[in-house]
């Protein structure tokens, strides 16, 4: 997208600010995607707006998926090509629901969506030429399905979890970046929210739609999710930049050909070679599909390939729209188990409009690095830049930052995951790439200034916060990392008991046993709590339940006024501060992580207790609360699944022992 197109999309956008005026124009869309939610025969007879979003679908064709507000009398759709920034515009008094609309406070109102989810460990997969016996999926695909709701619904999604009992597993589903408002329960984090999800048991998840843009669900049982449990999840809402089209989300990963359980806990924990290759001769996949011959390392006995898959491929139509080059938006989702990628396209520019679920103010980039769990919505021309390719192909490519030592380096071409066409071509691209920095150093914090403002207050937890530094203990016994608090003088990695999450246990007086890293921050709704991060450089650290303001980085001066902010960050390097700020108006249980699977897995993880006595007003007792009796049902089921240690993994009873009580064989988280 040329400069001028974001100065003049961005000055629109502040002029409609301005004035307040309703925004008019056709919806212009002829894809939409697959949804369960059907359309109404009748549409014409809604009194609210009901249409079809801006939006690409996963088989290319039509679909009946729509945003439903026939409950807003009065409002109209007022998003169009050349004006994405409005959503809803009231057709008589102008009020809107847009960019500047503050999402954490104010929403539309949607409709009830529902889906249900099946999960199977009994379906073999071919992602890049190599088969995968171990494979965990929802309804039997990979990735899982595209979920998507509208801002302002309310989702519904019923998982089944048909795993087998013997050497199966028990699992939970985490809603990555979902603002879980008044909901903790919802979260889907063994031990913290909830039991797992016996074999042959079910659970109901319901929550709020809050937010607008792009993440992915995904399995919160240890390092299930790397065995395929994930998939991408899109709620619709407005953006700040035009585009004409956009692009089913783009999820990005490595793939190890064995599961991620065997991988881990056949391993050695503290030992190096533990920690830094839980895979052996990992691939790169791109929404599914890869190509292990690229590979050098896959070529040898270990695998055998066949069939390799057809390299994940997306198509511009370069007819200008309105005096300019047609764009699209596309949404690019990191959902790896250990592995941060530097995404870029040969040849275009990539315009930033979105990082997690926070609007930002555009800015252009040749490549974005997505470390794991953080998403970014990006607008990307019909308007390849010189050397243009002489047959209209480019090589979509995803590199891997310098953040692991799996990164193959030494192989030639392994980063070419995808094809950008621009016409029926079946070549293979010739296009060169953007000379490219894989330092692990996640995205400049300074160029993500968010649209709706903040103002982050002083910390209630101290003068200046408190200290967390990330300590991996090479002889550790049991787990080899942890948070330490307190200026880093205690090494206590999480270990949880699967059998007692806190949900169940909020009305708990006394001191928390110290394996399950309670911090406690009993403060008002107003107050914010700051913790500085040292030490965590290559780690990429997710917060639950909240969107973190980022007020110092490195060297910086403190930002209190608009810093950036997102769910997942990866701090500064050589031991400099990352402070983050949160306000404490959730109340509940929140997990905060590393989210390389493993690195959790192995303790580096901590829960804030936040405003314990407001939680237990939410939910105070089982006479008054349905959802505890729901909570102790599935740990009732969860209990008897797992009092025969031959069902966990791998199911001939070796496991036995391992655990203790009702503690986990690993972290479980």
């Known amino acids: 997208m040329h400069v001028d197109h974001v100065f003049w999309g961005s000055l629109t956008y502040v002029l409609n600010i301005f004035s307040l005026s309703p925004v008019h124009g056709p919806v212009i869309e002829d894809q939409a995607p697959l949804a ?127 795993m087998k009992s013997n050497g199966g597993n028990g699992t939970s589903i985490h809603w990555h970046g979902v603002r879980q408002l008044n909901s903790m329960h919802m979260d889907g984090v063994n031990g ?64 190890g050909h064995s599961s991620a359980f065997e991988a881990i806990q056949l391993g050695t924990p503290g030992t190096p070679s533990a920690s830094n290759e839980p895979f052996k001769n990992p691939s790169i996949l791109l929404n599914g ?10 070529t040898t006995p270990l695998h055998e390939t066949h069939d390799i898959p057809t390299p994940y491929t997306i198509r511009f139509h370069p007819k200008p729209t309105n005096g300019r080059p047609k764009s699209y938006l596309l949404r690019l989702i990191n959902t790896s188990m250990a592995s941060t990628f530097i995404f870029s396209i040969d040849n275009h520019y990539l315009h930033i409009v979105g990082a997690d ?25 019909a308007d390849p830049q010189d050397p243009k390719s002489a047959d209209g192909n480019y090589w979509i490519r995803t590199i891997e930052a310098n953040c692991t030592d799996f990164a193959p380096t030494g192989e ?9 066409r621009y016409n029926d071509s079946t070549n293979l691209p010739q ?31 101290g003068e200046f916060g408190e200290n967390l530094t990330v300590i991996f203990k090479q002889n550790s016994s049991l787990f080899p990392l942890a948070f330490a608090s307190i200026g880093g003088d205690t090494f206590n990695p999480m270990y949880l008991d699967y059998s007692k ?8 007086p006394g001191a928390w046993d110290p394996r399950l890293v309670v911090f406690k921050e009993n403060y008002t709704n107003t107050s914010w709590v700051y913790f500085n991060i040292k030490n965590g450089r290559k780690h990429p650290i997710h917060l639950h339940g ?23 960050l990866l701090p500064a390097a050589g031991g400099e501060d990352t402070i983050i700020a949160f306000k404490l108006d959730n109340p509940g249980t929140w997990l905060m992580h590393c989210h390389i699977a493993f690195h959790a897995s192995w303790g580096l993880a901590m829960q804030f207790l936040e405003r314990q006595d407001a939680a237990i007003a939410l939910w105070p007792s089982f006479e008054k609360s349905p959802a505890l009796v729901e909570s102790q049902r599935v740990c009732d089921n969860w209990n008897r699944w797992w009092g025969d240690c031959r069902d966990w993994w791998p199911g001939d009873g070796k496991s036995c022992g391992i655990g203790e009580e009702g503690f986990a064989p690993d972290s479980g988280i």
């Open 36 to 162: 369960l939610h059907p359309v109404e025969a009748d549409l014409a007879q809604k009194p609210g707006p009901i249409f079809k979003p801006p939006s690409g679908t996963l088989d290319g064709s039509d679909s009946n998926f729509v945003c439903d507000y026939s409950a807003m009398v009065g409002y109209e759709f007022c998003s169009t090509p050349d004006y994405r920034s409005c959503w809803l515009n009231h057709t008589t008094t102008g009020h809107q629901f847009n960019m500047t609309t503050d999402y954490e406070t104010e929403k539309p109102i949607g409709i009830h969506r529902y889906y249900e989810l099946d999960i199977t460990d009994d379906t073999s997969i071919n992602a890049d030429g190599v088969d995968f016996d171990a494979a965990k999926l929802f309804n039997r695909q990979y990735p899982g399905p595209w979920l998507q709701a509208c801002w302002g619904d309310t989702v519904s999604v019923k998982i089944n979890n048909w």
């Open 192 to 255: 913290l929210s909830q039991c797992p999800i016996a074999p042959g048991d079910s659970f109901n998840y319901t929550w709020e739609v809050m937010q607008y843009g792009s993440s992915w669900y995904h399995s919160h049982y240890s390092v299930q999710y790397a065995d395929g449990l994930l998939g991408p999840l899109t709620l619709h809402g407005p953006t700040i930049l035009p585009y004409d089209e956009a692009i089913d989300p783009i999820l990005m990963t490595e793939w």
């Open 289 to 298: 599909r890869g190509n292990a011959t690229q590979f050098n390392s896959i």
């Open 357 to 381: 679920f926070v609007p930002v103010m555009p800015y252009r980039r040749e490549s974005i690095l997505v470390a794991i769990g953080q998403r970014y919505h990006v607008i990307v021309e």
């Open 412 to 420: 030639k071409n392994y980063e070419r995951t995808g094809i950008l």
């Open 431 to 461: 296009s060169e790439p953007w000379l490219i920095n894989a330092t692990c150093t996640d995205e400049d914090w300074d160029n993500l200034t968010p649209v709706v403002k903040w103002e982050v207050g002083p910390p209630a937890n």
């Open 501 to 508: 999450p806190t949900f169940l246990n909020l009305n708990y």
């Open 546 to 568: 909240h969107d973190f303001a980022i007020i110092k980085n490195g060297s910086s001066d403190f930002q209190l006024k608009n810093p950036p902010r997102r769910d997942v």
